[in-house]
Every structure is written in C-alpha cells, then in structure tokens.
C-alpha cells in the first residue's frame, strides 16, 4: 500500500497514466457541461431568428452537444498530455470514431425533422411521425456504421454481401411486415393521412389519426377507444378523410311533416331556424346559406332535408342535436305537425 502511494506522489509531481486518465476525464466533462450551456443559447437565438420551434430544434440537437463536447475534451486532452505514441494513435481513432458518429446523428436528426415539417407544415404544431424517423434512422445509422468499420480497416464487402443475401431471404419472410411499411411510407409521401386526421374506413371503422408507425396505424374513435390497422389494409381499402382538402362539411337532417301543410310556410321557419343555429352555435359555419329539399311525397306525409354545414364532423352529433331540440320547439309553436307515423 505504501508503494502504491509512493507511485502516485510520483505521478502527481512527473506524470504518469493515473493522471494523464484523470486529466483525460477532467477535460471530457468540462467539455461536455460547456456545449451543454452552449447548445442551449443557440437554440434559442434559432428559434427567434429562423423562426423555428424550440421543440423541433431540441430534436435536432439531441444528444448533438455530448458528442460534440466529447470531441473537443479529446483534442484538449491530446494537445495538453504527454502520451505516448500508441495512445496518441488510440486518440485519433477514438477522435474520428466520435467525429462519424456525431455527423451520423445530426444528419438523421435534420432530415427526419425536414420531412415531418414538409409533411405537416399546413399544421400548427410540429408532429413527428414514427414511421419516418424510424425508416431514416435506421438507414442512416447504417451508414454511418459502415463508415466507422471502414475507418478501423474492416472490411465492409463480405458484410454487404451477407446483408444482401440475408436481406432477400427477410424479405421474402417478412412480406407483410414490408408490405405494412412501404404502405405507410406511400400514405405519408402520398399526403392522403396525416397525423391528426378524422377518417372512416370503408368496414366502419372511424376516428383520429394518432400515430402511424412502420406496422400499423392507429385511429383513436369518438368513444376514446383505440383501433390498431396495418398500413396495408388502409392503402388498398376506399376510405373517408374528414380534414381534406377541408374539415368542414356538409350534413343533412331528415324530417317529414303531414299532408296540409303549408310548404312555404314549413320552408320559411325551417330555414330560420337552421340560420340561427348555425349563427349561435360554435360548431356550425356562419357563412353558409342553408338549404331545404322537398324529397318524397309518402304515403303518410312529405319528405324532406335540411342541408347544413359543420366546422368538423366531429361535431355532428352536437349540431343536429341543437337543431333538432330548436325546430320541434318552434314547429309546434307554429303549429306544424311532424309525422311520427313510418311509411
């Protein structure tokens, strides 16, 4: 034990690997608290100046300031020791090392974060869509991978020869699983869903779009209960979108009144009625005229819509509730009778 201290007092005053891997160390930390701090204020400047969210410039960065102080703790600590050769030479390695990877990250970062804001730019908030930083990542890391066996003299062929060969024999296992990506990369590329959409699907299905990975998309319904769809049923299925090109949309109500009524008269209140409705309610379209159409004379009585126009169809149900609660009360101030009876 004594020697131990002996050897270290040494080191402390000549030099010595103990110190030099303390001194290492020291310089790595500082360099990565100091990027921390740095990366912080340059995010915000960013945002104000570019115009860009913070959210999406944090995902940019992330984990950018680490390597980067890891970088430069390296270089202090190669320029400030005295080593010798072999850990000079493991430096460097360990320099361009954490150099590919730190360029790998970034690039997969920006161009993850450039898709999702081409794909959502006509919406509010930046959304990322899993499926797409999935698929990029995925490549992008790989290359980088490469990049890095390549630097260390590691042959890289007979990996892309295994990888080619036991890519076939995967795709060939895994057709569904690549039929439900490349379904969902074409629906995102495509624009026909975007994360955030109100669609109903051909077997009824219906709801928001809430996320979209590489498998499966998932619609979360009115009732708040979630419903998993693999890419490739949506892609090959007719379905609905509520939200293009827009989200309003028109609805008709159907009523039916009996035989002695005055039409003209039944039309003037209805339409004042739908009118007010719309005016007084958030969730009807203040600007639109609405509409009546004689459809049928029944058996019993005479057929007809009342056609309306809604922010969202969400809000049908609420709409035609409003109305509904509104016109028999006035009908029957007016004296209009309704026809209970069915054909």
């Not at 995925?138 to 630097?151: E, K, N, Q, R, T």
């Not at 619609?219 to 708040?224: A, D, H, L, S, V």
């Not at 090959?236 to 939200?243: G, P, Q, V």
């Amino acid at each position: 034990m004594p020697a131990f201290f002996d050897s270290l007092e040494q080191e402390i005053l000549h030099g010595g690997p103990h110190i030099h891997l303390l001194a290492f160390l020291i310089c790595l930390s500082v360099g990565i608290v100091v990027l921390q701090y740095v990366f912080r204020i340059l995010i915000v400047f960013l945002s104000k100046s570019r115009h860009i969210s913070e959210d999406c410039l944090r995902q940019i960065f992330r984990a950018i300031p680490t390597c980067v102080g890891i970088l430069i703790g390296i270089k202090i600590a190669k320029w400030s020791l005295t080593v010798p050769d072999f850990v000079q030479a493991f430096l460097d390695g360990l320099f361009h090392t954490v150099l590919t990877v730190t360029v790998t990250i970034l690039i997969a970062h920006v161009i993850s974060a450039y898709l999702n804001y081409k794909l959502d730019r006509s919406s509010k908030q930046y959304a990322a869509t899993s499926i797409l930083t999935t698929a990029i990542n995925c490549v992008v890391y790989s290359i980088g991978a490469l990049i890095v066996l390549d630097s260390y003299d590691i042959s890289i062929s007979p990996l892309l020869t295994a990888f080619g060969v036991g890519g076939l024999a995967s795709a060939l296992a895994l057709q569904d699983t690549l039929s439900n990506l490349f379904s969902g990369i074409t629906m995102l590329m495509s624009k026909q869903i975007r994360i955030g959409d109100y669609i109903r699907l051909a077997t009824h299905e219906e709801g928001r779009v809430v996320d979209l990975n590489w498998r499966n998309t998932t619609i979360r319904t009115p009732t708040g209960n979630m419903v998993i769809v693999p890419n490739k049923t949506i892609a090959a299925s007719a379905l609905i979108n509520y939200e293009q090109p827009l989200a309003e949309c028109t609805i008709t109500i159907p009523l039916k009144i009996v035989y002695g009524s005055d039409l003209q008269h039944v039309e003037q209140v209805t339409l004042e009625v739908a009118q007010d409705v719309l005016h007084h309610s958030e969730y009807g379209v203040t600007g639109f005229q609405p509409k009546i159409r004689f459809t049928d004379l029944g058996e019993y009585g005479i057929s007809f819509l009342v056609v309306l126009r809604i922010r969202n169809i969400v809000d049908e149900a609420t709409l035609r509730h409003q109305f509904i609660k509104r016109i028999y009360k006035k009908y029957k101030e007016e004296g209009i009778a309704l026809l209970i009876r069915k054909d």
